[in-house]
Antibody, heavy 114, light 112 residues
Framework: QIQLVQSGPELKKPGESLKISCKAS????????MQWVKQAPGKGLQYMGW????????TYADDFKERFVFSLETSASTAYLQINNLKNEDTATYFC???????WGQGTLVTVSS | DVVLTQTPPTLSATIGQSVSISCRSS???????????LNWLLQRPGQPPQLLIY???RLESGVPNRFSGSGSGTDFTLKISGVEAEDLGVYYC?????????FGGGTKLELK
């Protein structure tokens, strides 16, 4: 069965960086793109963009073109979300998901606080 | 970007009651390939969203058939025929016809 397992919660200070992982199993990793979705506390879902798992080419939604980096480790069937120069407003749960939003990771809670 | 407007924002229901949620799009979601990429998700408290309905009306495997989806163009509806306790949470519509994908604001289903 398809599973996406994300790395654990993070507590960071403003200005720091972090990298979240999303490990896929149950399918051939390069068969599907990987999408990323942000959910701020108590808020709705916000699409961040996606990465082509065959070419490694990322596509970012407008609000995520600065400071956010999608990457892959194909040999490990893992996608990564890196956030640089963290800000308080980056406090949220971040999800990876397959196309069509059929499968989701469990989410990674990121807290940014001084 | 396509704007999806969900109504109502909150829905109170009793167990066994049938309810509907509306999702209206700022532009037609009919793709040039003939498909309409409108899905419905349910997010239970503390959980990631799960796919209920895809391509407007197709039930995802394992989802109870009390859930149904309908609509076309810009107007879509999710119906739950006989709410059960496990159905409580926030429902989202999401479109993938136009890039980037966008989500509705959500409808919270509560027990009355």
């Amino acid at each position: 069965q398809i599973q996406l397992v994300q790395s654990g919660p993070e507590l960071k200070k403003p200005g720091e960086s972090l990298k979240i992982s999303c490990k896929a199993s149950g399918y051939t990793f390069t068969d599907y793109a990987m999408q990323w979705v942000k959910q701020a506390p108590g808020k709705g879902l916000q699409y961040m963009g996606w990465i082509n798992t065959q070419t490694g080419k990322p596509t970012y939604a407008d609000d995520f073109k600065e400071r956010f980096v999608f990457s892959l480790e194909t040999s490990a069937s893992t996608a990564y979300l890196q956030i640089n120069n963290l800000k308080n407003e980056d406090t949220a749960t971040y999800f990876c998901a397959t196309p069509g939003f059929a499968y989701w990771g469990q989410g990674t809670l990121v807290t940014v606080s001084s | 970007d396509v704007v999806l407007t969900q109504t109502p924002p909150t829905l109170s229901a009793t167990i066994g009651q049938s309810v509907s949620i509306s999702c209206r799009s700022s532009q037609s979601l009919l793709h040039s390939n003939g498909n309409t990429y409108l899905n419905w998700l349910l997010q239970r408290p503390g959980q990631p969203p799960q796919l209920l309905i895809y391509l407007v009306s197709r039930l995802e495997s394992g989802v109870p058939n009390r859930f149904s989806g309908s609509g076309s163009g810009t107007d879509f509806t999710l119906k739950i025929s006989g709410v059960e306790a496990e159905d409580l949470g926030v429902y989202y519509c999401v479109q993938s016809t136009h890039a980037p994908p966008t989500f509705g604001g959500g409808t919270k289903l509560e027990l009355k």
